[in-house]
């Protein structure tokens, strides 16, 4: 069964950092596009960042751009998203998506997609 579990979310105060984690399991997804997504309340779900297999191709969304670094390690099966300087108006659910195409991520229709972590950041 394949599944991405993602965690590290929480409450942090505006101005803090956070470090999501986005581990699979279930197969190897080192040749598979990687990403992240959130969804705040009433909003529909936007792109956050992206990255290829091999992790040297990245994408961010204008509102992640010099605050977030995504990475991977392919030995564990594990992507992150390090978030910094947060805003209450990065307040959602995040999830990670993987697939084969990093195309695919980036349009936001992944073939996996984890359960979500929350992050609440208070002003």
């Known amino acids: 069964q394949v599944q991405l579990v993602e965690s590290g979310g929480g409450l942090v105060q505006a101005g803090g950092s956070l470090r999501l984690s986005c581990a699979a399991s279930?197969?190897?997804?080192?040749?598979?596009?990687m990403g992240w997504f959130r969804q705040a309340p009433g909003k529909e779900r936007e792109f956050v960042a992206s990255?290829?297999?091999?992790?040297?191709?990245?994408y961010y969304a204008d509102s992640a751009k010099g605050r977030c670094t995504i990475s991977r390690d392919i030995a564990k099966n594990t992507v992150y998203l390090q978030m910094n300087s947060l805003k209450p108006e990065d307040t959602a659910v995040y999830y990670c998506?993987?697939?084969?195409?990093?195309?695919?991520?980036?349009?936001?229709?992944?073939?996996?997609w984890g359960q979500g972590t929350q992050v609440t950041v208070s002003s």
């Open positions: 998506a993987a697939d084969p195409l990093h195309y695919t991520i980036r349009i936001g229709r992944g073939q996996y």
């Open positions: 279930g197969r190897t997804f080192s040749t598979y596009a």
């Open positions: 990255a290829d297999w091999s992790g040297g191709t990245t």
